[in-house]
């Protein structure tokens, strides 16, 4: 057995050879991952057993590959991922059912909560409060989180609290094959969002005392950024050194964001490297000025150890959010191998980072965050090795000038690379395309990682002794420039490109073609090259739906007009979002319907379309419509006498909102929210919610 296993490990060794076409060490994690998605994809959940019969399949493809395909490299390679795969779609089905996330009961009635505040930031120009809870009338068993609108007076986090609120369960997506907020509800604990009806009372709790410490500090800290950087960064200065935004302005927040610098605000990968990548270099040297140190022992190891537990600090301080440990798991991999004296920045530290993270959350690997920190380090590694080489070929000139030259080199194509890394990724998600963010970065992210990152981090040391108030002038100055960037660039002609959104078909082969291109080598690659391309030309000839029906029974139609809307006060949320999708920045205008007290007709694409408020003119509607939207319900007989298709108020409140594709004056497909986004567990307990994120705590 000992020297079967010793020939698989020779036959692992071997594929994980630069030299091969595929990498083992790098494949692993994404054969993972691939099983996570083959779970999360599923239209209903997976049995039980599912999980169970995953593992067992797994073990035995590891069994036959050390017994049957010892010195046999590609077959032995293959029989593993197969079996990683099964164990990723194990393990996603394991963490998700573990999470048992209990949920509010839908009601209009406020109930009393007990708890402690874990989280402030502003909404819409109000405060919104992310609580842990202890207790909630008529709940044995309480969610571990909910979100509401409130008024907390002098309460901060960490403060205990009662309080009455109204609370809803977490939405459904607002249109079809939108994101879901009760996905993210489910792995986070939130089990109600909502809104207070009256300011909130101070209680008295015990438990829970380091989380609540912790964000005492992080709250007192964020305050006491904003209170001594100045005024104009202060949002921004706190919102990068704790993770705190609630004090960004909406306007500074939306300039960032068009400019293709909106990155900035989240704490990630870029963040976490520029703090800990700072401490490093200045230990190192520090110690490397002092001869008796640097000639006795490297004053890399010293340096990284600080660094990892400057690190750790700064991911305590920024709340642990999911984002910002993805982060840390990434820069603490490169610094362990700094210490254990390995190749340090890598495809395989790379792939070590994700490997960690999706068996930590297999969730992650469908969130925007996760695809394009590793598309945008993992292109930039792949770029560096070529870059590298490039050098070692030839010689190349030195001096101060040339170093200055190179640096602006690299900068540009570091940006250009993750630019380009992640724009597909951005769109696929957020159905937009900063058209000018190459040259906002590149006249942005200088000033940003050599005088923003390291004078906060200097601030941050310097804080205990009251001594940050120059280091934050300095932090301030700098993003002066950056949001001085941001607004110049946002207000150039075009700065923002609508994009549709892509199907799940068009993803999956550009993943896997970018996957290729940056993970493999020879004619791997040059296919890679070739599905990125399918992709684009697959996308691009995707059509989107140009009809659109909100759970309220509000229709928004594309018409030779442009988009038209059957009432503009209703589901406007919802319609924008659906107008955001369909890669347009249009608003609904209000043409093409006729409307009375009964309801509205009107015509799209040769459709003819009626909204019936009551049943009274629904027999009418129903002779000369193909569609009709009743705002009640139907009885069985006047289903039975209705030649068009008929939607009541029971139907949307059983599929979530809907959309249509016609043509010719006939649907040709449909689609709704419920059979996009399935049967699945968190999806069971969590009722849609007709209203918008402004109007209750969304």
Same mark, same amino acid.
């Given at each position: 057995?000992? +020297?079967?296993?010793?020939?698989?490990?020779?036959?692992?060794?071997?594929?994980?050879?630069?030299?091969?076409?595929?990498?083992?060490?790098?494949?692993?994690?994404?054969?993972?991952?691939?099983?996570?998605?083959?779970?999360?994809?599923?239209?209903?959940?997976?049995?039980?057993?599912?999980?169970?019969?995953?593992?067992?399949?797994?073990?035995?493809?590891?069994?036959? +590959?050390?017994?049957?395909?010892?010195?046999?490299?590609?077959?032995?390679?293959?029989?593993?991922?197969?079996?990683?795969?099964?164990?990723?779609?194990?393990?996603?089905?394991?963490?998700?059912?573990?999470?048992?996330?209990?949920?509010?009961?839908?009601?209009?009635?406020?109930?009393?909560?007990?708890?402690?505040?874990?989280?402030?930031?502003?909404?819409?120009?109000?405060?919104?409060?992310?609580?842990?809870?202890? $207790?909630?009338? /008529?709940?044995?068993?309480?969610?571990?989180?909910?979100?509401?609108?409130?008024?907390?007076?002098?309460?901060?986090?960490?403060?205990?609290?009662?309080?009455?609120?109204?609370?809803?369960?977490?939405?459904?997506?607002?249109?079809?094959?939108?994101?879901?907020?009760?996905?993210?509800?489910?792995?986070?604990?939130?089990?109600?969002?909502?809104?207070?009806?009256?300011?909130?009372?101070?209680?008295?709790?015990?438990?829970?005392?380091?989380?609540?410490?912790?964000?005492? *500090?992080?709250?007192?800290?964020?305050?006491?950024?904003?209170?001594?950087?100045?005024?104009?960064?202060?949002?921004?200065?706190?919102?990068?050194?704790?993770?705190?935004?609630?004090?960004?302005?909406?306007?500074?927040?939306?300039?960032?964001? +068009?400019?293709?610098?909106?990155?900035?605000?989240?704490?990630?990968?870029?963040?976490?490297?520029?703090?800990?990548?700072?401490?490093?270099?200045?230990?190192?040297?520090?110690?490397?000025?002092?001869?008796?140190?640097?000639?006795?022992?490297?004053?890399?190891?010293?340096?990284?150890?600080?660094?990892?537990? /400057?690190?750790?600090?700064?991911?305590?301080? $920024?709340?642990?959010?999911?984002?910002?440990?993805?982060?840390?798991?990434?820069?603490?991999?490169?610094?362990?191998?700094?210490?254990?004296?390995?190749?340090?920045?890598?495809?395989?530290?790379?792939?070590?980072?994700?490997?960690?993270?999706?068996?930590?959350?297999?969730?992650?690997?469908?969130?925007?965050?996760?695809?394009?920190?590793?598309?945008?380090?993992?292109?930039?590694?792949?770029?560096?090795?070529? *870059?590298?080489?490039?050098?070692?070929?030839?010689?190349?000139?030195?001096? *101060?000038?040339? /170093?200055?030259?190179?640096?602006?080199?690299?900068?540009?194509?570091?940006?250009?690379?993750?630019?380009?890394?992640?724009?597909?990724?951005?769109?696929?998600?957020?159905?937009?395309?900063?058209?000018?963010?190459?040259?906002?970065?590149?006249?942005?992210?200088?000033?940003?990682?050599?005088?923003?990152?390291?004078?906060?981090?200097?601030?941050?040391?310097?804080?205990?002794?009251?001594?940050?108030?120059?280091?934050?002038?300095?932090?301030?100055?700098?993003?002066?420039?950056?949001?001085?960037?941001?607004?110049?660039?946002?207000?150039?002609?075009?700065?923002?490109?609508?994009?549709?959104?892509?199907?799940?078909?068009?993803?999956?082969?550009?993943?896997?073609?970018?996957?290729?291109?940056?993970?493999?080598?020879?004619?791997?690659?040059?296919?890679?090259?070739?599905?990125?391309?399918?992709?684009?030309?697959?996308?691009?000839?995707?059509?989107?739906?140009?009809?659109?029906?909100?759970?309220?029974?509000?229709?928004?139609?594309?018409?030779?007009?442009?988009?038209?809307?059957?009432?503009?006060?209703?589901?406007?949320?919802?319609?924008?979002?659906?107008?955001?999708?369909?890669?347009?920045?249009?608003?609904?205008?209000?043409?093409?319907?006729?409307?009375?007290?009964?309801?509205?007709?009107?015509?799209?694409?040769?459709? $003819?379309?009626?909204?019936?408020?009551?049943?009274?003119?629904?027999?009418?509607?129903?002779?000369?419509?193909?569609?009709?939207?009743?705002?009640?319900?139907?009885?069985?007989?006047?289903?039975?006498?209705?030649?068009?298709?008929?939607?009541?108020?029971?139907?949307?409140?059983?599929? /979530?909102?809907?959309?249509?594709?016609?043509?010719?004056?006939?649907?040709?497909?449909?689609?709704?929210?419920?059979?996009?986004?399935?049967?699945?567990?968190?999806?069971?307990?969590?009722?849609?919610?007709?209203?918008?994120?402004?109007?209750?705590?969304?």
């Amino acid at each position: 057995m000992a +020297s079967r296993v010793i020939g698989a490990s020779a036959a692992a060794r071997d594929t994980v050879h630069d030299g091969q076409p595929i990498r083992l060490a790098i494949w692993a994690p994404i054969a993972f991952a691939v099983g996570a998605i083959a779970y999360f994809a599923n239209a209903r959940e997976p049995a039980a057993s599912a999980g169970l019969i995953a593992l067992a399949f797994a073990a035995g493809l590891i069994v036959v +590959s050390l017994y049957r395909l010892r010195g046999r490299p590609l077959a032995w390679s293959a029989a593993l991922l197969v079996a990683l795969a099964a164990l990723g779609f194990a393990r996603a089905q394991w963490h998700t059912v573990a999470q048992r996330a209990n949920v509010v009961r839908e009601s209009a009635r406020a109930v009393t909560i007990t708890g402690w505040i874990e989280a402030v930031e502003t909404r819409n120009g109000r405060e919104r409060i992310m609580a842990r809870l202890v $207790s909630l009338d /008529g709940m044995a068993d309480p969610p571990r989180r909910v979100r509401f609108y409130g008024e907390r007076g002098a309460l901060g986090p960490g403060d205990a609290f009662r309080a009455r609120v109204v609370l809803t369960p977490p939405r459904r997506p607002a249109v079809p094959g939108g994101y879901d907020p009760a996905f993210a509800a489910w792995f986070s604990g939130l089990g109600g969002t909502g809104y207070a009806i009256a300011p909130l009372e101070v209680a008295s709790l015990g438990g829970d005392t380091v989380r609540r410490r912790l964000a005492r *500090w992080r709250w007192s800290m964020a305050e006491h950024i904003r209170s001594r950087a100045p005024p104009g960064a202060a949002g921004i200065a706190a919102a990068l050194l704790t993770g705190d935004r609630s004090g960004i302005p909406d306007e500074q927040a939306e300039a960032l964001r +068009s400019a293709g610098l909106g990155h900035i605000l989240a704490i990630s990968g870029l963040h976490m490297s520029l703090f800990a990548g700072g401490l490093f270099f200045a230990v190192r040297a520090g110690l490397a000025a002092i001869p008796a140190v640097a000639s006795r022992r490297d004053p890399r190891i010293p340096a990284a150890v600080f660094a990892l537990w /400057g690190a750790g600090l700064y991911l305590v301080l $920024s709340g642990m959010s999911v984002s910002t440990q993805r982060a840390f798991v990434m820069v603490a991999v490169i610094l362990l191998g700094v210490i254990f004296k390995r190749r340090a920045i890598s495809l395989q530290s790379i792939a070590l980072a994700a490997a960690i993270i999706l068996v930590l959350q297999p969730q992650s690997v469908l969130s925007p965050g996760f695809q394009m920190s590793f598309a945008a380090a993992a292109a930039l590694v792949a770029a560096f090795d070529i *870059w590298r080489q490039k050098r070692r070929d030839s010689e190349g000139a030195r001096g *101060w000038l040339s /170093g200055i030259a190179r640096f602006w080199a690299s900068l540009s194509v570091s940006s250009l690379v993750a630019g380009s890394a992640t724009a597909a990724f951005a769109a696929f998600h957020f159905n937009r395309i900063a058209v000018y963010g190459f040259l906002a970065n590149l006249a942005a992210m200088p000033v940003f990682s050599l005088v923003v990152m390291p004078a906060g981090a200097l601030a941050l040391a310097l804080a205990p002794l009251g001594l940050d108030r120059p280091v934050l002038a300095v932090m301030g100055w700098g993003l002066a420039w950056v949001v001085g960037v941001a607004e110049t660039v946002s207000n150039w002609p075009g700065a923002i490109a609508p994009a549709a959104s892509a199907p799940g078909h068009v993803v999956a082969v550009y993943a896997l073609g970018f996957v290729l291109l940056v993970a493999a080598s020879g004619w791997p690659r040059r296919l890679g090259v070739a599905l990125i391309a399918l992709a684009y030309m697959l996308w691009w000839q995707s059509d989107s739906p140009n009809l659109f029906l909100s759970e309220d029974g509000v229709i928004l139609a594309h018409t030779e007009a442009g988009w038209t809307s059957s009432d503009r006060r209703r589901a406007r949320f919802a319609s924008r979002v659906f107008l955001e999708q369909s890669g347009t920045r249009e608003r609904a205008g209000p043409g093409g319907w006729t409307c009375d007290r009964r309801g509205c007709f009107g015509t799209a694409r040769g459709l $003819s379309i009626a909204i019936a408020r009551t049943g009274e003119s629904l027999a009418e509607d129903c002779d000369r419509a193909g569609l009709v939207v009743l705002h009640d319900t139907a009885s069985p007989v006047q289903r039975a006498h209705c030649r068009a298709w008929l939607i009541d108020a029971a139907d949307l409140a059983r599929t /979530g909102a809907m959309s249509f594709w016609v043509s010719q004056g006939q649907i040709s497909q449909s689609t709704s929210v419920e059979r996009e986004r399935g049967d699945r567990i968190w999806a069971r307990s969590h009722a849609g919610d007709r209203r918008s994120p402004s109007d209750n705590g969304g």
